[in-house]
């Protein structure tokens, strides 16, 4: 009886501990840009493709920005999404404007695109 209890407890601790860790992954991944980004001072929204409207595509697009140090983006590298929305999410995030800081720096984007 006294194994089985402290199985029981076991498993309740290791489901608090899993349900303490999704819940945190969860939160950030709500999040555009990373936890120590840098402010975003100005975003264009993408627009959403007639092509991905036509097609039904919906879905996110995960980007990394290099920003320069006068809050402008040097480049983007695609992390991850539908081959129809990168495009409108670079053009997009392409006019985005950072805060000024000393140095530059790398900030990850989340867009999620649907259809109207």
Not at 11 to 33: C, H, K, P, V, Y
Not at 43 to 68: C, D, F, Q, S, W
């Amino acid at each position: 009886m006294e194994a089985l209890r402290l199985s029981l407890t076991t498993r309740l601790w290791q489901l608090l501990l899993s349900l303490t860790l999704i819940f945190a992954l969860a939160a950030g991944e709500d999040l555009n840009f990373s936890e120590n980004a840098r402010k975003i001072k100005s975003r264009v929204i993408p627009t959403y493709p007639e092509l991905a409207r036509a097609m039904n595509v919906k879905g996110v697009v995960r980007l990394e920005a290099l920003v320069t140090p006068a809050g402008d983006v040097k480049s983007i590298r695609v992390v991850g999404g539908h081959p129809v929305l990168v495009e409108a999410a670079q053009r997009a995030v392409y006019k985005w404007r950072w805060e000024r800081v000393g140095h530059e720096s790398s900030e990850s984007i989340e867009l999620r695109f649907a259809p109207e």
